[in-house]
């Protein structure tokens, strides 16, 4: 099971690197998992499909304070962090460009549409959400 784990992780990556954000689709009952799961949240489903994502996304709930522990965050800001709900899936992310300050502003009019984009950190990418 870990092995498999990690293979779904790796294609994750790579797809990233050709600039395409990838999810897992339940072929029984249609839900979409994204990031990509070894199993469907919905039904429990094993088998699942890869499919490319849109892009498109909500901006849900923001979750102050910004600032994560690490330098590694430092690439980011300024940002907030965020619950997202993409395609049926829900997550918490890094929503990008948008200050401590703007974020409390943006509380009163969520949900917000939001766009998932692919962001270079030094020698691999990963998906933040920028306002559309
Ligand atoms: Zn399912």
Same mark, same amino acid.
Do not use: D, H, K, L
């Given at each position: 099971m870990a092995i498999k784990m990690e293979r779904i992780v790796q294609r994750y990556y790579e797809e990233l690197e050709n600039g395409k954000i990838m999810g897992r689709k339940c072929p029984a009952c249609g839900a979409i998992q994204f990031p990509p799961r070894?199993? =469907?949240?919905? =039904?429990?489903?094993?088998e699942q499909e890869w499919i490319e994502m849109s892009g498109n996304a909500m901006l849900t709930d923001i979750t102050l304070p910004s600032r994560m522990t690490g330098?590694?965050?430092?690439?980011?800001?300024?940002f907030v962090m965020g619950c997202f709900e993409m395609e049926g899936s829900e997550l918490n992310g890094i929503l990008r460009n948008i200050s401590s300050e703007e974020a409390e502003g943006l509380k009163e009019r969520l949900p917000l549409p939001v766009k998932a984009c692919i962001f270079q950190i030094e020698n691999m990418k990963t998906v933040v959400f920028e306002l559309v």
């Open positions: 070894i199993a =469907c949240t919905s =039904c429990g489903n094993f330098p590694s965050t430092e690439v980011f800001q300024p």
